[in-house]
């Protein structure tokens, strides 16, 4: 038996013997076998470069969440570097300049999600008078 994880939730499974969906998130998405995992060197700069054109083509393709899965557990072996994504960079930049504006308000729905930063800090643009 080959336990390994959800691609979307992370949740642990012992076996994937019988599964259609994962138990906890429900995605049908495929799963990652633990026997799969490798260790890659790479620049931290490099793969920032190949996560945001990753998540630039699932926001334009609407592809669900799966790039933003990848990268928190990728970040999470390397908390003491910046943001993987585009998203967790931008709502870096509007936490530290609370005027930055965001015109896409998908982009903007992403920075919450990642920085877990309300909206209001990357506000929609200014109405014109």
Not at 37 to 55: C, F, R, Y
Not at 74 to 84: E, M, N, T
Request: aromatic share 6%; net charge negative; charged share 20%.
């Amino acid at each position: 038996m080959i336990g390994g994880f959800c691609t979307e939730c992370d949740a642990r499974v012992a076996s994937f013997e019988g599964l259609d969906c994962c138990p906890a998130c429900g995605t049908h998405s495929l799963p990652c076998p633990d026997d799969h995992q490798v260790t890659v060197s790479i620049n931290w700069q490099e793969l920032q470069v190949l996560v945001i054109w990753a998540e630039n083509w699932q926001r334009q393709c609407r592809l669900g969440r799966t790039v933003y899965a990848i990268a928190r557990r990728l970040q999470a072996q390397r908390p003491d570097r910046g943001p993987l994504t585009l998203a967790g960079q931008l709502g870096e930049l509007a936490a530290q300049y609370p005027d930055a504006q965001v015109n896409d308000p998908e982009l903007r729905q992403d920075i919450a999600e990642q920085t877990g930063q309300e909206l209001g800090l990357v506000r929609p643009p200014k109405e014109a008078p």
